[in-house]
């Protein structure tokens, strides 16, 4: 196996195994971009020689531990080794023109394939029962059973139809259940178990279906929808989160030129004992504790009115990943007023909570609903005017649109003057800025930069110019 | 170590009382078999760090645990030169000796202060070494662990490197709080522990507190089940309800009504505003069964 680079071209399968066929399983989840290393994969191969094969739990979880390394990583990885190991038996299997009337008639204890029909009742409360108590095995031999039952091939050869009415015909259905025959009553299926058995009976279905075509359904990429958190609405957050790691990095590294000396500093007892070996324990030279890289202290101002609704999901998420990247952070949200939102980023993790609860709690919105972006600022400086310093970074997301309100540019220069630097995202082209009631000439002179920013593109090249050393206001 | 498979590994966690699932046991044996450290990810209080603890007690291994937090340096985590000590052999030894002993003295192994990292690799013994909430550190230190987690070496300039004498299984917990480092994750092995199910939960309970009605456990784990469903700021963990468990026996509970759940709910649910929801959505249901009998 060492002797294939895991780097190297894939056009070539490689010969017949399991080394290339994990290979191309690592090529497929790179192209989903899950970041497989060489080490990883080294890792896969050593801890399978350790496991069983023939288990697949054990297969997969073997290469689960080594190879995805987070919970959005394994949710992929799941995706797709159910698709790629599934395919790629039955691309042998067409291959080699293995069939199962070939191998298994008369094989199947229950006599699925041949021929008697089964009584429709008994197979529903064998399914029901398998969905009960969860037995993947059973449940597949049972999706076959079904199957054959409504004989193989006859369906309407569009898979995800015949799969519901096979569902229907047997009459499984989530919530509760009738009671039995014996009038005792059979606890609830949920919605999960049914699923569960509706992925078998495709799967099978599918396998029929390669079977009788002797061909493999083209690949496709996963779909957007099939990935998705089933709690985030964006798609683009890990694309937002690994932007904002990156801004991390380059605002501490920044944050460390503008530091001055500063005159008091702490002498570190320890080292200073420590130096004063190489004088025979006479202390000659202090040593002073180091100073740690403060870390940079930022507000970020998000806009959360109608005007920039279609923006806002984004920037909350942009919030959102800044929050998981910085200890200091205080973040604001605002409409008409202005109200500190840092709790409630610092105790959800989850985007959808956070979300939702801005909208419930942020208090923003007072009379009529419009941005009033002059007393945004206002209030802004008295409330926070003291903590601003040197240090600090202010980040505004918002369109400065101020529904021909009076702008206060003046108070956002003082706000500007106080805080180390002060950068503008705008959700709008450049092109539209300054046309209607949008006041940004009024505010860009006293920003650091001023960025349009709507996609995580642009988020990227604001981090990019960041780091490039914009003349910073002192 | 002759645990020679994933089950064996399994029946071993058991007897010292903790029920790994399938997953958990895997990742143990691969780490034993392969020497990589693991990296146990998870809410809180689904067992990561009892997860070291019980690989200690089933190896035989001794724990040697470093609890991180925000600030954590290598002079606490890995080694410190014992300066008092060194200072000490200086003035000591002043009179005789050249300077070439002392100077060659003063800087061994003996005016070497261990921390957890070294003492792991360090120790004769061969050990369980827990790094407990990773996430709360810098990623500097990250950085520094590095070196530790792939090699098991450590350098001191002064000496050179250390390699562990014995080799130790390294357990790394993380709460999620931030994300890990690439470079960090790509060394070890990936575990992600959950809430257990109410079959297997039901057997960790019964586990710890064996004396409790079967039926008053399970209708313990379905509650349990139903707090965590709640949107809560800190669901219950599973050390909560072996905890609530033996609140129950002492109590002499029979079952858990609608009553006996106001009474000790504030043994699996600790956040002011929690309990409110907790005994409105689940007290209520409750109530609506006023004899359950399950």
């Known amino acids: 196996m060492s002797a294939v680079s895991p780097y190297g071209p894939q056009a070539d399968p490689g010969p017949p195994g399991l080394a290339a066929k994990l290979l191309g399983f690592c090529e497929e989840l790179r192209g989903e971009g899950v970041a497989v290393g060489t080490s990883e994969i080294l890792d896969a191969f050593a801890a399978l020689e350790q496991v069983g094969w023939t288990s697949q739990d054990d297969f997969r979880e073997a290469l689960a531990s080594t190879i995805a390394k987070s919970q959005d990583d394994r949710r992929v990885f799941e995706l797709l080794f159910d698709r790629y190991f599934f395919r790629a038996a039955e691309a042998e299997a067409v291959q080699r023109e293995v069939t199962e009337h070939g191998e298994a008639v008369g094989g199947d204890g229950e006599g699925g394939a041949s021929g008697e029909r089964l009584d429709l009742d008994e197979l529903r409360e064998q399914i029901r029962e398998a969905m009960l108590d969860g037995d993947q095995d059973r449940m597949r031999d049972l999706a076959r059973l079904a199957i054959a039952a409504f004989g193989r ?39 999960a178990q049914l699923t569960g058995f509706e992925r078998h009976l495709r799967r099978e279905l599918e396998r029929d279906l390669i079977e009788r075509t002797s061909t493999l359904p083209p690949s496709r990429p996963l779909a957007e929808l099939d990935r998705a958190l089933p709690t985030s609405p964006t798609q683009d957050l890990a694309a937002v989160h690994r932007a904002v790691s990156q801004m991390k990095r380059r605002l501490a590294t920044l944050g460390q030129v503008q530091r001055g000396r500063s005159k008091s500093r702490v002498v570190d007892v320890r080292r200073t004992m420590r130096a004063s070996l190489e004088t025979g324990g006479v202390p000659l030279r202090l040593s002073y504790k180091p100073k740690r890289p403060r870390r940079p202290e930022i507000y970020v101002l998000c806009d959360v009115s109608t005007s920039v609704t279609s923006a806002s999901v984004f920037f909350l998420s942009v919030l959102h990943a800044l929050h998981d990247s910085f200890r200091k952070l205080r973040s604001f949200v605002f409409i008409e007023r202005i109200s500190e939102v840092t709790d409630v980023f610092e105790h959800e993790r989850d985007f959808a909570v956070v979300a939702q609860r801005i909208s419930s709690e942020g208090g923003v919105a007072d009379v009529s609903g419009y941005t009033d972006y002059g007393r945004v600022w206002m209030e ?48 709008e082209p450049k092109l539209y800025w300054n046309y209607g009631d949008s006041v940004m000439a009024a505010y860009e002179r006293y920003c650091d930069g001023a960025f349009e920013c709507w996609t995580t593109r642009h988020l990227e090249n604001f981090v990019n110019v960041v780091a490039g050393g914009v003349p910073v206001a002192e | 170590m002759a645990d020679g498979s994933v089950a064996e590994v399994k029946d071993a966690l058991a007897k010292v009382g903790y029920l790994a699932d399938e997953p958990a046991a895997l990742v143990s044996f691969l780490a034993q078999r392969l020497g990589k450290p693991i990296l146990v990810e998870g809410p809180a209080g689904v067992g990561k760090t009892e997860l070291a603890k019980a690989l200690s007690r089933s190896t035989g291994r001794e724990l040697v645990r470093l609890q991180c937090y925000e600030g954590l340096d290598e002079a606490k985590a890995m080694y410190e030169w014992n300066y008092r000590k060194q200072l000490l052999r200086i003035q000591a030894g002043g009179a005789q000796g050249g300077w070439d002993d002392v100077q060659e003295d003063i800087f061994g192994s003996d005016f070497l202060l261990t921390r957890p990292l070294m003492q792991a690799i360090s120790s004769p013994e061969p050990v369980v070494l827990l790094i ?69 939960e039901m057997e960790i309970v019964r586990l710890h507190v064996p ?82 009998t399950s």
Request: proline fraction near 5%.
């Open chain 2, 211 to 292: 004396d409790l009605a079967e039926s008053v456990t399970r209708r313990l784990v379905e509650v349990i089940e139903m707090v965590r469903a709640l949107d809560l700021k800190k669901p219950p963990s599973i050390a909560e309800s072996i905890d609530w468990a033996r609140t129950l026996l002492l109590m002499g509970a029979e079952d858990i009504d609608r009553e006996t759940f106001t009474q000790s709910m504030s043994i699996i649910v600790k956040h002011r505003t929690d309990i409110a929801l907790v005994a409105e959505r689940v007290g209520m249901k409750l109530s609506e069964r006023p004899s359950p």
């Open chain 1, 380 to 427: 802004f400086l008295t409330e926070i005017s003291d903590e601003l310093d040197p240090r600090s970074t202010v980040i505004v997301l918002g369109d400065a649109r101020t529904n021909g309100r009076q702008p206060h540019a003046e108070i956002f220069a003082q706000v500007s003057e106080r805080a180390g630097r002060l950068f503008w995202l705008n959700p």
């Open chain 1, 153 to 191: 091939g006859e369906g309407s050869g569009v898979v995800g139809v015949d799969v519901q009415r096979i569902r229907r015909t047997l009459g499984l259905t989530a919530g509760n259940q009738a009671p039995g025959e014996d009038g005792q009553e059979r606890p609830p299926i949920d919605r």
């Open chain 2, 132 to 200: 407990d909430e990773i996430d709360k550190t810098d990623q500097e230190f990250e950085a520094m662990l590095l070196e530790l987690l792939s090699d098991f070496q450590i350098t001191i300039p002064e000496l050179g490197q250390i390699s562990a004498t014995t080799m130790p299984i390294v357990v790394l917990t993380s709460n999620d709080s931030r994300e890990l480092t690439e470079a960090l994750k790509r060394r070890c092995l990936y575990l992600w522990l959950d809430y257990p199910g109410v079959e297997r």
